[in-house]
């Protein structure tokens, strides 16, 4: 039936059935079956007695047909895995990868029933609003270096939606994006290793995107682009800006030998995490005045209690500030 699709692709005009029974050596019959098909998965096409058949695209289909074509990345994104409704993008992701999954194998879904942030923490996922998707890397370097992956999904995410939306969010560091100091995207990095080798990193990204409301106590602390801009946007356009934007990131990160050092500027840049005041929840909980972001992609923040530098790793810590705050 996606051949049929592809045809009524190209054409962007009429095709009779006839025609498209012609190229791919099927009956009519068959041709009309695929067409309902179609039309059950979403898709609108246009029956026209003595013309045919013509596909009206939306925007708004989101599978993994719309989401390959015109992806122009070389790996992210080559192999898609969609779920109308799943557990977690991450776990699924996970079983590919450990059944031997490529590199740039992603997860997408149109609805989680159980996200979660760090810690186990609910993650809301409904169907229709957002983009869940999850990304699996294969990177040949040491687990302590794997953290370095969520500032760049961070940094992907934020310039991909800046590009897509013209709004202007900020990456709260390590790995949340707000949006007039609401979060609107979520990244949950995780990892299989040993001691010294990284087996596979699989980078969760969740984009509030066509929200129109969100569920009791999360509506203060959590925003969409819909909600801060009145307008609804494609999320496979969003989705494959963020898979470029990445895939460009990664290459650079590897070219460099896994070191944070090119991109601390353009980080540091869309960070509004500097200069405000923290709450560093980790080992101990203090509060800080955060004061900048190591070569390395390390917090460095002076202590409110003692007025000591100290520098907080972002395997270890939430950050609470601004509406986020606890
Ligand atoms: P943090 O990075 O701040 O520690 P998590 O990564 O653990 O946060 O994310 C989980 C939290 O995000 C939840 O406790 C909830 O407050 C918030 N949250 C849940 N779903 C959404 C959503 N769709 N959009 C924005 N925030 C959400």
Redesign the pocket.
Known sequence: MYRILEILRREQGFLSGQDIGEQLRISRAAVWKGIKKLREEGYEIEAVTNKGYRLILHDTMYNEKEIAQGLSTKKLGRTICFYKETTTTNGCLREIALDGGDEGTIAVAERMTA?????G?????PAGS?IWMSILLRPNIFPSEASVLTLLAGLAVCQALEAETGLSPKIKWP??ILLNEK??V?I?TEMDCEMQQTHFVIVGI?I?VN?TE?PEG?GD??TSLYLESGRTFSRKNILQRVLVNFESLYEEFIASHSSFAPFLFRYKEKCSTINQEVKVLGKETFFAQAVDITPEGELVVIRKDNGKQEVVFSGEV???GGK?GE
């Open positions: 996200g979660r942030g760090r810690r923490r609910h993650w809301e996922a957002g790995n949340d979060k609107l979520g949950l969740g509030n929200t969100f999360l602390i959590a939430s950050i609470r986020q």
